[in-house]
C-alpha cells in the first residue's frame, strides 16, 4: 500500500487548512446560474486602479517575455523617497502577504510568535507552517466601550515569553476593523523587549484618519526590531497583481531578502505600483468613497437593529445575533458575495467591503429581505 504523502509533510503543515478567499463572481454566476452578482467579500477597491497604473501596464506589457528586475530599483527607490528613508530599508514582496511569510526567517519549532485573537488568518498560517508555538492574546470583550473584539495591548505583552520571536499587529485589524490608537501603539511598542520582531500590519492603513496614521521613518529610527507592511492590493486596487512591501531597518531587510524568492514581484506589478504612487487624485477619491459608504452602511445597519464594530478599514464587521454563514448563503444566492468569519472564531458575524454608493444599497436591501 502507497503511503500517505500526509504523513511526510512536517507536523506544522499536517495540521493546516488552506487560506479560503472571498468567492470569486464568476465560480458565483456559474455555480447558480445567474448574473449581475456584486463581489464585496475581500475589501476591493470599488473604484479601480490608477488610470496611470493601468497606462503603466499598457506601456510596459511588451516586456513581460523578460525577467522582471529582481531588486525592484525603481520602485525601491520610490518607496524609500516617500517614507524619507534609504533603499536599504525596503522589502518587496508578492503582496504584504508574502512578506509576513518571509518572518519564517525569525521562526523555528522552539520559537513562538504572538498575536491577537481575531487577528488575519495568515499569521497562525505562517506561524503553525514551520512548527512554531502561536501565543494568541485574548482580545477585548464583545461588550468593550471602544473597541470591542480589538487588541488588547497588555494581553499582547503578558503573551510574550522568552522563546517569542516574532508579534503580529494589524492596525486596524482585520477581520474587525478595529484600531489602536497611535499613543497606545506607541506604549505597546515601547515595552516589547529587543529580542522579538514586532511585525506592524499596515495594510488598511492609507483608509485611516490621518492622526491615527503612524510616520513610519521616525518609528523605524526609534524601533529598530520593528518591520512594517504595507500593500498596494486595498488602497491603490492592484490586489490581482499582487504587490507589497516592507519598511525595517537594514539589518532586518537583509535577512528578509535572504529568504526572499527570486524575482517574487513581477514586472507589471512593479511599473504599476510606481505609477499609482504618483497619482494622489485616485487615493483621495478612493478614501471619499470609503468614508461616505462607511456612513452610509453605518446608519443604514442600524436601521435595520444591527451592530457593527467600529472600523477604520474599508470594511465592517456586522453582528448579525445569529448565525452569519446562512445568511451569507442567502446573500450568495440573490448575488450578493461577503464574507463569513466563522474562521475567526466570529460565527455570529459577517464581514462586508465598502463598496459604491449603488453596490452598499443593494447590500443593505438584500440584507434586510433576507434577514
Known amino acids: 500500500m502507497r503511503k500517505s504523502f500526509l504523513s511526510l509533510a512536517t507536523p506544522g503543515v499536517q495540521q493546516l487548512r488552506p487560506y479560503l478567499p472571498g468567492k470569486p463572481v464568476e465560480e458565483l454566476e456559474r455555480e447558480l446560474g445567474i448574473s449581475g452578482s ?16 493601468l497606462e503603466a501596464i499598457q506601456k510596459h506589457s511588451g516586456s513581460i517575455n523578460y525577467y522582471p528586475d529582481g531588486g525592484g ?12 528613508l ?56 464583545e461588550t468593550h466601550s471602544t473597541m470591542p473584539l480589538g487588541h488588547d495591548p497588555q494581553a499582547l505583552l503578558s503573551c510574550i515569553d522568552d522563546s517569542t520571536r516574532v508579534m503580529f499587529i494589524a492596525n486596524p485589524n482585520n477581520p474587525t476593523g478595529t484600531w489602536l490608537e497611535l499613543d497606545v501603539l506607541k506604549q505597546l511598542l515601547d515595552k516589547v523587549p529587543d529580542h522579538v520582531i514586532v511585525v506592524l500590519d499596515l495594510a488598511y492603513n ?4 490621518e492622526a491615527l496614521r503612524p510616520e513610519i521613518n521616525t518609528w523605524i529610527d526609534g524601533y529598530p526590531n520593528l518591520i512594517v507592511t504595507c500593500t498596494f492590493s486595498k488602497i491603490y486596487a492592484l490586489a490581482g497583481l499582487r504587490i507589497g512591501y516592507s519598511i525595517s531597518t537594514p539589518e532586518i531587510a537583509d535577512l528578509l531578502n535572504r529568504v526572499r524568492q527570486p524575482f517574487n514581484t513581477n514586472l507589471l506589478a512593479q ?8 497619482d494622489k487624485i485616485h487615493l483621495t477619491q478612493s478614501v471619499s468613497l470609503n468614508n461616505a459608504g462607511k456612513k452610509y452602511l453605518q446608519q443604514a445597519l442600524a436601521e435595520l437593529g444591527l451592530e457593527s464594530l467600529p472600523s477604520m478599514g474599508n470594511f465592517i464587521a456586522i453582528n448579525l445575533k445569529q448565525e452569519g454563514l446562512p445568511v451569507y448563503e442567502k446573500l450568495l444566492k440573490k448575488g450578493v458575495i461577503v464574507r463569513p468569519v466563522a474562521n475567526y472564531n466570529m460565527p455570529e458575524y459577517i464581514r462586508v467591503t465598502i463598496g459604491t454608493a449603488e453596490q452598499n444599497q443593494r447590500f443593505v436591501k438584500t440584507l434586510a429581505e433576507v434577514l
Not at 109 to 132: D, L, R
Open 73 to 84: 530599483y525603481k520602485l525601491t527607490a520610490r518607496l524609500a523617497q516617500k517614507h524619507n
Open 271 to 278: 511599473e504599476a505600483a510606481l505609477a499609482s504612487l504618483d
Open 86 to 141: 534609504p533603499t536599504q530599508c525596503i522589502t518587496l514582496g508578492n503582496g504584504s502577504n508574502d512578506i509576513l511569510e518571509l518572518t519564517r526567517a525569525f521562526l523555528t519549532p522552539e520559537h513562538s510568535a504572538v498575536f491577537s485573537e481575531y487577528s488575519f488568518a495568515v499569521y497562525p498560517i505562517v506561524v503553525q507552517a514551520v512548527g512554531a508555538k502561536a501565543n494568541i492574546a485574548t482580545a477585548y470583550l
Open 38 to 53: 456584486i463581489k464585496l467579500a475581500s475589501n476591493e477597491n470599488p473604484l479601480g486602479p490608477s488610470t496611470k497604473a
Open 206 to 209: 492609507e483608509y485611516m484618519d
